[in-house]
């Protein structure tokens, strides 16, 4: 099995409408994050976790809300979907005082 | 600001040696890493320098330079399934990882 899973692995929705991605991680690691990845470009970090009572912003937050809500689980959520937010989105873990992140395999994200 | 660059293709043969590098200017530095992507798939991790010098490690090596602000990765004895994205990231002095946009090579029988 996965030891970091994210759910869907592709979804198209429609400017306006609410969605939520969500990532489980079986590695006990302390630290989650969340990335976005466009082509041509880095990844982006768009907020991250040290414990589920630690979430700090990213580089770009703006448009995005995160939920931690157990040290396993820590889901991305967009208010209000715009195309520009079409994007590949990856989760990570990562341990304490070790800084190599482990990847969630992608969401693929459309927004029409 | 925070800039990592590196080349955005490569081409190389199969069989062969090729050589990616990544120069970078950030805000302190922690360590250097290199993952590796293949299309539509999650990084991987394959190296972390922190130090000067050159790590090995199997059919792959990465040096790192701290006072040039330079790394690369040598791929040696290039294989088909070695085609992937190369992603260089450094750690800054909060311990965050500022990623290179990644370097993507096409091998060639």
């Known amino acids: 099995d996965a030891d970091v899973t994210q759910t869907p692995r592709n979804r198209i929705t429609k400017t306006g409408k609410r969605i939520m991605l969500e990532c489980s991680q079986t590695?006990?690691?302390?630290?989650m994050y969340w990335y976005r990845q466009d082509p041509g470009l880095g990844l982006q970090l768009i907020y991250y976790s040290f414990d589920v009572k630690d979430i700090n912003k990213g580089e770009i937050s703006d448009g995005y809300s995160v939920s931690r809500q157990a040290q396993a689980k820590f889901s991305l959520s967009l208010e209000s979907a715009i195309p520009n937010q079409t994007a590949l989105y990856f989760c990570a873990t990562s341990d304490l005082g070790q800084y190599e992140q482990y990847f969630g395999p992608g969401t693929r994200l459309t927004v029409t | 600001g925070q800039n990592i660059d590196q080349p955005t293709e490569m081409t190389a043969t199969e069989g062969a040696i090729v050589q990616i590098n990544c120069t970078y200017q950030?805000?302190?530095?922690?360590?250097l890493f290199w993952y590796q992507q293949h299309a539509g798939e999650a990084p991987t991790f394959l190296s972390y320098n922190v130090l000067d010098g050159l790590e090995e490690k199997g059919r792959f090596s990465s040096f790192l330079s701290r006072s040039k602000g330079y790394s690369y990765l040598l791929l040696k004895e290039l294989q088909m399934k070695d085609s992937a994205s190369y992603l260089c990231?450094?750690?800054?002095?909060?311990?965050?990882?500022?990623w290179g946009a990644g370097t993507k090579l096409i091998i060639k029988p």
């Open positions: 950030t805000s302190g530095f922690n360590g």
């Open positions: 590695k006990g690691h302390d630290r």
């Open positions: 990231a450094v750690l800054d002095s909060n311990y965050q990882l500022i």
